[in-house]
């Protein structure tokens, strides 16, 4: 990745890597490292980072993660379980108020950590719609769980 990253730069391109599961990184102490510094690199290499979690309890729970987290301008936070709240609320500075956009949010609901801005958002669609099929990830819903391509 980081290879492609440093060859895209050099090209003058920019590079998005997206990493889905991203908690997993975590669970080995070199992958963590290895990202750890690479998270740094990608950005310093005109690449645009994307992490992507459901557990955000383990990122919490990692110095590593934590600061990478913390030093991530674009942050999106959906519903969020009592004691990942807790922690977010501390790393991230975020009021009660604020929590509550990810107390018990309804899907397409929640909070934008955009640099030091915390933004609300509500994104609901209707189901009805060609875009909503398109971008929903329920299981068993959308253009692409009819076996489409």
């Not at 080995?28 to 459901?54: D, G, V």
Request: proline share 3%.
């Amino acid at each position: 990745m980081l290879n492609r990253v440093t060859l895209n730069w050099k090209k003058g391109k920019r590079t998005h890597v997206f990493i889905d599961e991203f908690h997993v990184v975590f669970e080995n102490e070199f992958s963590a490292q290895f990202f750890n510094s690479a998270w740094r690199q990608f950005r310093k290499r005109n690449a645009y980072p994307t992490a992507i979690t459901q557990n955000v309890e383990y990122l919490l729970d990692s110095v590593q993660a934590s600061t990478m987290l913390s030093n991530s301008e674009f942050v999106i936070m959906l519903n969020q379980a009592a004691s990942d709240r807790e922690k977010l609320a501390r790393l991230l500075n975020i009021s009660n108020e604020q929590m509550s956009y990810i107390t018990n949010a309804d899907a397409g609901c929640g909070l934008i950590k955009y640099g030091s801005a915390l933004v609300p958002f509500i994104n609901q669609f209707p189901h009805d719609t060609k875009l909503y099929q398109l971008m929903t990830t329920r299981p068993g819903e959308g253009e692409f769980a009819r076996g489409q391509d």
